[in-house]
């Protein structure tokens, strides 16, 4: 087992809590500057959400699975052997 995280991190954080303390100074700072990047990274994923790209890359993925629920109702035979030659693919550590 590793070291343990000295105080002003998120992990010393969670140790002082653990151990019903206080959490001293440097480790509230360690868990606020946490807050704040997780929330800048959820802000920033809604901006790209909305985005023209992102509204592509759905259509693509909607269609994407159509066509492939389509393949696998309406034409189970080809499905059936595309499977397998994927599994046998990803056996050999192919793509």
């Known amino acids: 087992m590793g070291a343990l995280k000295s105080c ?3 992990a010393a954080y969670g140790r002082h809590l653990k ?3 206080e959490p001293c100074g440097l480790c509230v700072a ?3 500057a946490s807050k704040t990047r997780s929330q800048a990274r959820v802000t920033e994923r809604r901006q790209v959400r909305g985005s023209a790209a992102w509204m592509y890359s759905r259509v693509q ?3 994407k699975t159509r066509a492939v629920t389509w393949i696998r109702t309406e034409h189970p035979d080809v ?3 595309f499977w397998e ?3 046998q693919e990803m056996k050999e550590g192919g793509s």
């Open 61 to 63: 993925r909607r269609a």
């Open 30 to 32: 360690a868990r606020e």
């Open 19 to 21: 151990a019903g303390e």
């Open 8 to 10: 002003g991190s998120l």
């Open 79 to 81: 499905w059936k052997a």
């Open 85 to 87: 030659q994927a599994k």
